[in-house]
């Protein structure tokens, strides 16, 4: 089954002003997870990898494990048996977590913040991003680039792509924002777009593809005005597209 971790663009290779390392990365750390769990990756009763294994796949400290598990023991997505490990609740409580049980009206509501929010965001990081976040949106575009991915893992590059762009920013509240949004930041995690737009989900997945390559290529050519045009027209699409959908 294909993966997609924070690595190999971790937030430590650079960081916004002011950004809260442990504060961050162990909300991005529960974010990954509560995916897995409600993908069905990992699945009720199944024991999570042990916590050296996390640190090595994902690069972070035991501080940062052990944060984000507990974040996932507040919203009743796993226990700890002290001495045995941490398990996935039995009947996780998806419900707990402020960004699950979608519907297309809360996903149109999503989208219009981030219209208001992300068009800025790609004009100041056309401004100030640096080589690294140049090579961290072409690793989420390549992923996207193979129109066979399964929806989790488009979803997951999806959202990474759009939080590099965040990082290119160097302000650190336009990460929060980003991560705070977490899965309902990705309307294809939430919902099954193609179906909804009644189309194939391979040619679903190229056109997306087609409007964040231009993102990216205004952000990497350092053009402000095309960046904040090419986003916006990207989140308008989608907009349409899911009112489409709704009214058809």
Same mark, same amino acid.
């Given at each position: 089954?294909? +993966?997609? +971790?924070?690595e ?7 960081? @916004? ?14 974010q990954?997870?509560?995916e897995r769990?409600? =993908? ?5 009763? %199944?024991?999570l990898?042990? &916590?050296a %294994?996390?640190?090595? /796949?994902?690069g972070?400290s035991r501080?940062?494990v052990? /944060?984000?598990i507990?974040?996932l023991q507040?919203r009743?997505l ?10 996935v609740?039995?009947t996780?409580?998806f419900d707990s977590? @402020?960004n699950? =049980?979608? =519907? #297309?009206e ?6 219009e913040?981030?219209i ?5 965001a790609?004009? *100041?990081a056309a401004?100030?991003?640096n @080589?690294?976040? #140049?090579?961290?949106?072409?690793n ?6 193979? @129109?066979t991915?399964?929806?989790d893992?488009?979803?997951a590059?999806?959202r990474e *792509?759009?939080?590099q762009?965040?990082?290119?920013t ?6 929060d924002i +980003? ?8 309307p ?11 189309g194939?989900?391979? &040619?679903?997945g190229?056109?997306l593809?087609? &409007?964040?390559?231009a ?5 990497? /050519?350092?053009?402000?005005s ?9 989140? =308008?699409?989608?907009? /349409?597209r899911?009112?489409?959908? +709704?009214f058809r």
């Amino acid at each position: 089954m294909s +993966t997609f +971790t924070i690595e190999p663009c971790n937030p430590l290779h650079r960081r @916004p002003k002011g950004f809260n390392q442990s504060r961050n990365l162990s909300s991005i750390l529960a974010q990954v997870l509560t995916e897995r769990i409600t =993908s069905g990756a990992l699945e009720p009763g %199944q024991r999570l990898p042990p &916590e050296a %294994q996390v640190m090595a /796949e994902h690069g972070v400290s035991r501080t940062v494990v052990r /944060e984000a598990i507990s974040q996932l023991q507040t919203r009743g997505l796993v226990i700890t048996k002290h001495g045995v490990g941490s398990f996935v609740s039995d009947t996780p409580d998806f419900d707990s977590h @402020p960004n699950s =049980s979608a =519907s #297309l009206e809360e996903v149109l509501a999503v989208i219009e913040l981030r219209i208001s929010i992300e068009v800025e965001a790609a004009g *100041f990081a056309a401004q100030r991003r640096n @080589p690294q976040h #140049l090579v961290c949106m072409q690793n989420a575009l390549n992923i996207l680039a193979d @129109p066979t991915i399964s929806r989790d893992v488009a979803a997951a590059a999806d959202r990474e *792509f759009h939080r590099q762009i965040a990082m290119a920013t160097d302000n650190r509240y336009f990460v929060d924002i +980003t991560d705070h949004l977490g899965i309902d930041l990705i309307p294809r995690k939430r919902l099954n777009s193609a179906a909804l737009n009644g189309g194939d989900r391979i &040619e679903y997945g190229l056109r997306l593809h087609r &409007e964040h390559q231009a993102i990216y290529q205004s952000i990497a /050519e350092g053009d402000l005005s095309a960046a904040q045009a090419a986003m916006h027209l990207h989140l =308008s699409n989608i907009r /349409e597209r899911l009112r489409h959908a +709704t009214f058809r």
